[in-house]
């Protein structure tokens, strides 16, 4: 059974193993729990039977007009399930009181944040691959 849960959650490092897949240089599971700690607004879903993090996404905020999501991950043997949806769902409910919400992805899944309300857009990024693990 899934369970989902938010901010209010206590999770260990090893629960965390899996994510950033296909990442060259990824965070560690201690440096994803610091990532979901530090975020203003998680949801995250666990498998209960395995005692895993199976998914999740982080939003970062001011509170007042805007949020950001940077990270959104379901893990590949839980994929198709629909815990991706919900936990999005879930995560613009909470933002719902914001004026901006926005996300930067690849034109493939487009149409998977199109289903949950959101729209196209156009952006601008810088990635510094060599701070991709995470600062310490
Ligand atoms: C994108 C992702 C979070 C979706 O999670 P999920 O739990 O598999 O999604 P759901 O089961 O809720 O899928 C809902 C629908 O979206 C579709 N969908 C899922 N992933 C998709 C993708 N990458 N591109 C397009 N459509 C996608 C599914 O086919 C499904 O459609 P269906 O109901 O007709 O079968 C997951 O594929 C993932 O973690 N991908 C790798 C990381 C990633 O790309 N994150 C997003 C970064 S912006």
């Keep these: 059974m899934i369970l989902y849960r938010d901010n209010e959650v ?3 490092a090893e629960q965390l193993a899996g994510f950033f897949v296909d990442w060259p240089d990824p965070p560690s599971p201690e440096t994803h729990l610091r990532i979901l700690e530090a975020s203003t607004f998680i949801e995250i ?3 209960e039977d395995l005692d895993r993090v199976v998914g999740f996404v982080t939003a970062i905020s001011d509170g007042i007009l ?3 999501i940077p990270l959104l991950e379901v893990l590949p043997s839980h994929q198709g399930q629909g815990i991706g949806s919900e936990l999005m769902s879930r995560m613009l409910d909470r933002l719902s009181h914001l004026y901006m919400i926005d996300l930067l992805c690849d034109p493939d899944v487009q149409s998977f944040y199109e289903r949950l309300g959101m729209q196209k857009s156009q952006g601008m990024l810088i990635r510094n691959y060599a701070n991709q693990a ?3």
Excluded: E, K, L, M
């Design 66 to 68: 805007s949020a950001y």
């Design 45 to 47: 879903a666990v498998d």
């Design 134 to 136: 995470g600062n310490p």
């Design 10 to 12: 206590d999770i260990a």
